[in-house]
Structure formats: C-alpha cells, structure tokens
C-alpha cells in the first residue's frame, strides 16, 4: 500500500532514503529550509520553511497529512510529534525517540543515568561562567558541544584554560536551535570510533549491522570503513548496549549508535534515530541491503530477513574549500578508474568551506584488506575538486 512520508530535512542521507522508499513505491513530501536540496530533487514535492518554527510545521502537516513523518535533522520542534502522533501519524523511530535524540542532554542522561552505561564523564553548562566551572571539574583536556548541533558544528577540544571562551563562542554560532546550554565530556583516549547500525521492527526482532569504523575531522566524519575489526566480545557488549537503548527509546527504524573502543574497553558516545553518515559505506555493497534500504523497510513495516555482509567496503568524503555556488567537480573521471570505486555526488546548490559535497566510495572482495580498500577510497576522494562561482 502507497503511503504519504513526509521528510523533515533533506541533506544527502534523505536523499538516499527517498531513493529507497520510491522504489517501494511510496510518496514523498521533502521539507527543508532552503530550495533544492538533495533529497527534494528527487521526492514527490517540497516544502520550504523554518522547521524550528512550529507553526509554520503544524500548517505543512495539516496540508499534506502525511502517514508518515521522517525526520532526518536535529532543528526542529520534536515536541510537535507528541501531538503528530496522538493524530494517528506514524512518526519515525517514534515521537519519544526524536525528542530525546535531538537534544544531547536528554540521551546522555537516558543512557549514564537511567540505563546505567558506560561513557565519559560529562556535566552541563549554560553560560561562559558556568563552562569554566564544568571544565575545572572534568578536567583537561575535554570537550565541548551544543545540545543541539550535527556534523560536528559547534563542537571543540578544550586543551587549556585560554581555549575556554573559544570554545564556548564557537559552540553558540555552531549551535542549531534556540538551546545555548552545552556538554562538557573528559576526553576518552580511544583507539578506534564504531557506528553500530541497528534495525528496530514493528514485527520482528532487533538486527545489527556489521560494525562500521570511522574517523572525525572538526566533529565531523571523514572516513568510514565496514567491517571495522573488534573483538567478539566487545561486539556482543556493543549491540547488547544499543539494543537496550533503542528499546528505552521504541519505534521502528535504522540507529546509528556510535561507540568510543578504548585500552580499558568500550564506551556509549551518541546515538541518532536514523541513517547516519558513516553508514554511507553501506552504498559500496558491503551489506544486502544498504542502510538506507534498511530504514525504509523498518519504517514502512516490510520484512528483514537478516543483514548479510557481502563485502568489504569505505567511503571518503569529499569536501569544498570555498563559499561559492553553482558547483561542478573535477576529477571524476580519475576517481573512478579502479575496479570497485564508485561516487555520489549530492546535489547542493551552494558550497561553504569543509562542507560535504560528495563521497567517494571504494569496495572489494570479502577477503581484501580493509585498510588498503579504506586509503584507497581517500586517495579518490583526493581526485575530485570541487569547482564553483565564489561568492562575492
């Protein structure tokens, strides 16, 4: 049966999700704040607006009355689903989960407090002041983040005392939403970063992906990398912990549940309720069905038999240097010479330095080495130069 989705935010991962869920033959309403973003190039329609505005968000649901409701972004008015969903409107994972996953604060306190994980020391501030305090007690180094920001904005490390209203000055122009309040965490000195992409159903059990490696620039990630290789036993810590955190949570959709691995073991970080960046490897064919795939079935209540790892696989994003518009990019032709390698170019009408404006994609046998797959994703990613009209 056809069903209406609404999509709130429309970046690259949208994009991908829309793909998926058009070829199982649903209607797609693309929301986001500017014109032409990835995702509303290829859904049904588009809707423009502020989605931090919830009047401007109750007046779209009310004209499209979707049967489904998406969110792919962190700013937006979550506490809206409460009521979405009270009219019967199916939102994804769920309205509780949303709530919670959007603002760092209630996730932490979800997972340290109430669940009892494991993860770094951490303490609020909401203030220049306040942050002082928060950093004297944790300790350095630490870091600093808004509630409320993605892709590593407004995110810092705190060294010393100097970089203290640094941090917290980037952290309030990074920040998305009205929520100035940050987390202070003690750093953790991990090894390696995992994403554990895990499946929620409405009728069928909790399934988990291969764990995906990954590594952050500025908060943000560069490379991914699947199966990233950790211990049987930390694997089974791993999806024991994201499982009971995504059942506290409920609802049926893909998570992205990252996790630090350090000399004294594994440690929770975040979690988002839906397909996550470092997950894009996922394109490479590592698995049967790529996490966006993976969302759409669990979102639209369709059968998952299972997650197979077929191949071993890694993506490298490619970035701007500039602000500008009308982008091209060259270099494509070299970065995809080599048996395996692949790109998805996402769409964006505007460019801004370190903004992510394609990946380049590289996979091979199940039998390959992973790190040599991993460099050499980043050396085609090093092929693609992003060309565009800067802006005066």
């Not at 009310?62 to 009270?86: C, G, L, N, S």
Request: hydrophobic share 40%.
């Amino acid at each position: 049966m056809s069903k209406t989705i609404m999509l709130l935010g429309s970046g690259e991962l949208g994009k991908e999700f829309v793909i998926a869920v058009k070829r199982l033959g649903q209607r797609v309403i693309a929301v986001d704040s500017y014109d032409d973003a990835p995702a509303q190039q290829v859904a049904d329609k588009r809707e423009v607006i502020d989605m931090l505005d919830g009047n401007a968000l109750d007046a779209i649901v009310a004209k499209h009355k979707p049967d489904i409701i998406v969110p792919e972004i962190e700013a937006i008015r979550t506490e809206r689903f409460y009521d979405y969903e009270q009219q019967g409107i199916q939102m994804v994972p769920s309205a509780r989960a949303a709530n919670f996953t959007m603002n760092r604060k209630a996730i932490r306190d979800l997972a340290a407090r109430d669940l009892g994980l494991r993860t770094a020391n951490y303490l609020y501030a909401a203030s220049l002041d306040e942050l002082r305090t928060a950093v004297a007690e944790v300790g350095l180094p630490c870091v600093v983040k808004p509630l409320m920001s993605s892709s590593g904005k407004g995110q810092s490390t705190v060294r010393s005392e100097a970089d203290i209203e640094k941090a917290w000055s980037y952290s309030q122009s990074g920040k998305r939403g009205d929520i100035a309040e940050v987390i202070v965490e003690a750093f953790v000195a991990f090894h390696t970063e995992i994403t554990l992409l895990t499946v929620t159903q409405k009728n069928g059990p909790t399934l988990f992906c291969p764990p995906i490696g990954h590594r952050q620039e500025r908060g943000d990630y560069q490379e991914s990398w699947q199966p990233c290789r950790i211990s049987p036993e930390h694997l089974s810590q791993a999806q024991q912990i994201a499982g009971k955190v995504t059942e506290a949570l409920s609802g049926a959709g893909i998570w992205g549940v990252e996790f630090f691995l350090a000399a004294d073991g594994l440690y929770f970080s975040e979690l988002s309720p839906r397909p996550h960046d470092t997950g894009m490897v996922t394109l490479t064919g590592t698995q049967n069905l790529s996490e966006f795939e993976l969302h759409a079935r669990a979102v639209l209540g369709l059968p998952i038999p299972g997650i197979e790892l077929l191949r071993v696989g890694a993506s490298a994003v490619i970035l701007a240097d500039k602000a500008g518009t009308n982008p091209s990019f060259d270099g494509v032709e070299k970065a995809l010479e080599q048996p395996g390698s692949d790109i998805r170019i996402f769409g964006k009408p505007t460019t801004r330095p370190y903004r992510r404006m394609g990946v380049a994609l590289m996979s091979g046998e199940s039998d390959s080495d992973v790190e040599l797959v991993r460099q050499q994703a980043i050396a085609n990613a090093a092929k693609v130069r992003v060309v565009c009209d800067e802006l005066e």
